[in-house]
């Protein structure tokens, strides 16, 4: 066995993994299908990277109301649970473990994709952004504030899709509570205005995602409930930190301890916040200490900083992003300190396998 950190098994509550390289959810926007659900095209690109240690995949979204992207997979029709069985499938023939990432863009949408009404999200705030839609980028709209009632509603769909999950074969879930979008947008005072129950207090803005978790592990034990957080995302997707902001990712990591969950799930920040004094650079170093469970870290990694993030205990788990889709065997190539190979980013979001599954492994060369 190799000593590199990254290499040596690690074990979340009950599941076993082969290594610590992880396969970090990616849209990749090639369920061009009426239902949108995942194809045999899926199966072949998952089953190229079972040797990660956990796959997770792309964000799935949890109703129509959750859509917000052109071709993204579902987990909500019959049709998707099918197609994701497939994946699942091919993912255990290889002796791989897959949990699949449950998503809801909130505000980032726009009408084309809801018969002409707008999009929903904690508050009626325009993210200002752009919209990938049918007919190319469009300009993001206001949004219609969801009322109480509907963000109950939202919690029960994430149950449903778990449910959905656990049919489909996979082997745990992760909830995307990152990077912008529903769940992101309770947490930060820029997209939520509330004054019920989920907004105002930190607890409050906070709810939500532990409503979920709670929903969800009727379906899932929590030990194989996954939670992914971007606490210094800032001037993208919408997203505006303010003083408030690290202190109520404090709260939420504090929090999850309760549950002893498969993991967290942390991003480095996607862009340089160095100069902003109310946010954290590194997020690792931050937020170690306040978390008891198993850690993945992502952003920026490559195979040394990877190794020396775990060694220095700061992280059990590195999520790879962009590595991965170019390098369908990443841990085997760490294991033979092999050349990595580029990707293409003209072909991260387009149908077909060009850029999807003709990534080479190195026994093809
Ligand atoms: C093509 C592409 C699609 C992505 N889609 C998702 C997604 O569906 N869900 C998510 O949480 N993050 C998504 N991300 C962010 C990645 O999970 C990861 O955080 C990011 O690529 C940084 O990691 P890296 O430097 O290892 O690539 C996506 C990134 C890329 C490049």
């Known amino acids: 066995m190799s000593n590199q950190a990254l290499l040596k098994p690690i074990t979340l509550g009950d599941l076993e993994l082969k290594n610590r390289v992880i396969m970090a959810p990616m849209t990749r926007s090639r369920a061009d299908n009426e239902a949108n659900a995942a194809t045999d095209l899926h199966a072949k690109y998952y089953k190229q990277r079972a040797s990660a240690g956990l796959i997770i995949s792309e964000g799935s979204q949890i109703s129509s109301q959750a859509v917000g992207y052109v071709n993204t997979a579902g987990i909500y029709k019959p049709e998707q649970i099918e197609g994701w069985k497939k994946v699942t499938d091919a993912v255990h023939d290889e002796d791989g473990k897959i949990f699949v990432q449950l998503w809801h863009v909130g505000r980032m949408s726009h009408p084309d994709f809801h018969d002409g009404d707008k999009p929903v999200a904690p508050s009626a705030v325009n993210p200002n952004d752009k919209s990938y839609t049918y007919e190319g980028f469009k300009e993001t709209v206001e949004p219609r504030a969801l009322t109480t009632a509907e963000v109950k509603q939202v919690v029960q769909d994430f149950k449903k899709a778990a449910k959905n999950a656990v049919d489909a074969g996979f082997d745990g879930i992760e909830i995307h509570s990152s990077n912008g979008y529903l769940i992101h947008q309770f947490f930060n005072n820029s997209s939520n205005h509330r004054d019920d129950e989920y907004g105002g207090s930190i607890e409050n803005k906070a709810r939500i995602l532990f409503e979920i978790i709670e929903a969800a592990k009727v379906f899932f034990p929590t030990n194989r409930i996954g939670v992914r957080l971007n606490p210094s995302l800032h001037g993208l997707f919408g997203m505006e930190a303010d003083e408030e902001t690290i202190p109520t990712f404090e709260y939420i990591v504090k929090k999850l301890n309760d549950y002893d969950l498969a993991y967290l799930h942390l991003s480095e920040p996607f862009t340089d916040v160095s100069d902003i004094d109310y946010l954290v650079d590194n997020i690792a170093d931050h937020f170690r200490p306040l978390y008891k469970g198993n850690l993945m870290i992502n952003g920026g990694f490559d195979q040394e900083s990877g190794n020396k993030v775990i060694e220095n205990e700061k992280a059990d788990m590195v999520a790879y992003g962009?590595?991965?889709?170019?390098?369908?065997?990443?841990?085997?190539?760490?294991?033979?300190?092999?050349?990595?190979?580029?990707?293409?980013?003209d072909t991260f979001y387009v149908p077909g396998a060009k850029g999807y599954t003709d990534y080479p492994k190195l026994e093809d060369k």
């Open 322 to 345: 962009k590595l991965f889709i170019s390098n369908p065997d990443l841990p085997v190539r760490f294991e033979k300190n092999a050349e990595l190979q580029d990707w293409d980013s």
